[in-house]
């Protein structure tokens, strides 16, 4: 994004773009390898020193698998109807940015079931349903070209960010976007990036310093994101941010 498409002067200390540099994304893989070998690891002296039956073990498995299978579907049912139901609340106003980017093109006309899983649901039960009335808009996305506007919009305070991606870019259908293609955005109030971060890389909320953020420094998975979701809203809830 450059100055005559923002209107607004870059910043200095932010001279070029780090979203070509292959060392992020190779740390970024590397946090993976690490992640799947500590779980092999685990499961390895699980199976050293319990006294769980074989039997129980299985049993163990089978119902960690069941849930695997109907958890997501659950979930993903449920945040689906609550779009279709609740898409919007005075957006045209000052409003939370509820922003699910899709990798894939939707088959069906649906989405794939795994990109509904973060915790959209949870934000527009509290924003639509619970408590007071606040002001949102969930926006889903696939090209660079529908994110960018959002994220610049003056009326977006807050941005929830679901989908995939590193610190430093968001994954979309076919592309990504570098965030620091909108660094210039007007500064927000609160930034979540709710996909993979990664080690390194500079995030939206380095360029923009909104007044609360939630990023890492490693791989985002459900169903913690939801956790980490649930735990900010609490926590904006109390700091009189929303």
């Known amino acids: 994004m450059d100055e005559s498409n923002s209107g607004k002067k870059l910043p ?24 799947f070998f500590i779980a092999l690891i685990g499961i390895r002296l699980y199976l050293i020193i319990s006294s769980t039956s074989s039997l129980l073990f299985i049993i163990l498995i089978i119902t960690l698998l069941i849930l695997l299978i109907c958890y997501p ?20 106003n000052q409003h939370h940015a509820i922003i699910i980017a899709h990798k894939t093109s939707p088959k069906s006309g649906k989405f794939t079931y795994m990109d509904y ?44 960010i679901f989908g995939h991606g590193m610190r430093n870019k968001l994954g979309l ?11 210039s955005a007007p500064k927000k109030t609160f930034i979540g990036q709710y996909h993979c971060n990664s080690f390194l890389g500079k995030s939206l909320a380095d360029y923009n310093n909104p007044k609360n953020q939630d990023v ?22 109390e700091k009189g941010l929303l």
């Open 12 to 35: 200095d200390e932010f001279p070029s773009s780090d979203c070509q540099d292959i060392t992020i994304k190779i740390v970024h893989y590397l946090e993976f390898v690490i992640i």
């Open 73 to 92: 579907l659950c979930v993903s049912f449920n945040t689906r109807r609550l779009i279709q139901t609740f898409p919007e609340n005075n957006c045209k």
């Open 117 to 160: 899983l973060s915790g959209a649901d949870i934000l527009i039960k509290r924003f639509r349903i619970d408590g007071k009335k606040i002001n949102y808009s969930v926006y889903e996305v696939q090209k660079k070209e529908q994110v960018i506007p959002i994220i610049l919009n003056e009326n977006t305070t807050h941005l929830w």
């Open 173 to 183: 259908n076919g592309e990504n976007l570098c965030y620091y293609e909108v660094r």
């Open 216 to 237: 890492t420094h490693f791989a985002r998975m459900d169903p913690f994101i939801r956790i980490s979701v649930w735990r900010k809203l609490k926590e904006l809830d």
